[in-house]
């Protein structure tokens, strides 16, 4: 079972990576685009790292 930090920290998380991607969506072709997307992409790999660290440490996500 996971905790309320982990849901809390997944959702902070998912909303980042949402506006990232539909500004990219909406800007399509632009630099302002390519860099959401890119921005995007980073906030998965860090949601990734922090649920998996928190994951570790966390006694009642273990």
């Not at 072709?29 to 440490?57: F, V, W, Y």
Request: glycine share 4%; aromatic share 6%.
């Amino acid at each position: 079972m996971k905790c309320r930090r982990f849901d809390t920290l997944r959702a902070e998380f998912e909303r980042e990576i949402a506006y990232f991607s539909g500004h990219s969506a909406r800007n399509r072709g632009t630099s302002a685009g390519k860099a959401s997307a890119t921005h995007a992409i980073d906030a998965r790999r860090n949601m990734a790292r922090a649920l998996s660290t928190h994951t570790e440490r966390c006694p009642e996500c273990c």
